[in-house]
């Protein structure tokens, strides 16, 4: 049975955000074509819904499809003048959100982490939303860790993002997180967006515009990719862009919202999430081949961002046949 997701829309949604959720989980497909995910829209009541723009949107569902879910999406709706004043629900929106299994995922685009935050779901948790409302989220719910410099947050049950595109990025990562690397970057080629942007990546990046080729970093990102299994120090990036370590530093991270360091390790990650899955290479080979050096690195990296071990990963991700080794 595919896992089932259950998109609440809310009065003032965002049409764009709302079509996110079954845009990249119906891609997400087993080889045969099969699809790993049903997605289903509900509406408080079943009641059309009004969207931020100027047309309403008829559902098929009403708040009970929450109590079947195994996921449940929030499209982001800007909060309400009542929220922001009061901190407070709804009495009918309160209902339907108290109807979400224990044990249901629960995942907010952009804004909505304000109505998981005045539902208690985040108290004492880390969450995120759009930049412009980060220090408003703040304010009205201090038990709430809000991080506005990622584009989403995942606390395992609870899930936050940022605003956009981000909800694109958290739904490829629970795809990913679901069935491994090779069929959320499958789903990611269908919808023809990038397969990777890490979470820990800022929202705001200064130069989302590539930069002339003389002043930028691309080709120094590509020179480094293509050398993953090597020790390659900031120096040597720094070196191979021409430019000195700070200057370097700080055009790359206007350029792609992290640290050169952070953004070699992360890649260096994925790689060897792909190999767990897709080969029969050994722990430390993974390590190697990725430029980890040896297996404790590879394992430590895998405890901090994944939560477990590479063959724990292996085991809940390894592909139905893998390629060969060589």
């Avoid at 993953?228 to 720094?238: C, G, H, I, R, S």
């Amino acid at each position: 049975m595919p896992h089932r997701i259950a998109v609440l829309a809310l009065d003032g949604v965002l049409p764009l955000d709302l079509g996110i959720p079954a845009r990249v989980f119906n891609e997400a497909c087993e080889p045969d074509g099969t699809r790993l995910y049903s997605v289903s829209t509900c509406s408080l009541g079943g009641r059309p819904v009004r969207t931020h723009e100027d047309y309403r949107i008829v559902v098929d569902h009403d708040e009970s499809l929450l109590e079947t879910a195994d996921t449940v999406v929030l499209a982001t709706q800007e909060p309400s003048r009542h929220l922001l004043a009061t901190g407070t629900l709804p009495e009918e929106l309160a209902a339907a959100l108290h109807r979400i299994g224990p044990q249901t995922r629960i995942v907010s685009l952009c804004t909505s982490a304000f109505l998981l935050a005045a539902a208690g779901l985040l108290d004492g948790r880390r969450a995120t939303t759009h930049w412009a409302l980060c220090d408003a989220l703040a304010r009205l719910f201090p038990d709430v860790e809000v991080d506005p410099d990622v584009l989403f947050v995942d606390n395992g049950r609870i899930l936050t993002s940022a605003g956009g595109a981000a909800g694109i990025d958290l739904c490829l990562h629970l795809v990913r997180r679901d069935h491994g690397a090779a069929v959320a970057s499958a789903a990611a080629r269908r919808c023809v967006v990038a397969p990777w942007r890490e979470g820990g990546q800022a929202q705001f990046i200064e130069h989302p515009v590539p930069q002339e080729t003389d002043s930028s970093t691309s080709t120094t990102r590509q020179w480094a990719l293509d050398r993953l299994a090597d020790p390659v120090t900031l120096e040597d990036m720094a070196r191979h862009a021409h430019m000195s370590v700070r200057t370097f530093t700080r055009r790359f991270r206007s350029e792609v919202g992290s640290s050169p360091l952070k953004w070699l390790a992360q890649r260096r990650l994925a790689h060897a999430r792909l190999l767990l899955e897709s080969t029969d290479l050994t722990v430390a080979r993974v390590a190697t081949t990725c430029g980890f050096g040896d297996p404790v690195a590879l394992r430590k990296h895998f405890h901090t961002y994944m939560g477990l071990s590479p063959l724990a990963y292996r085991r809940a991700h390894r592909a139905r046949e893998p390629m060969t080794a060589g």
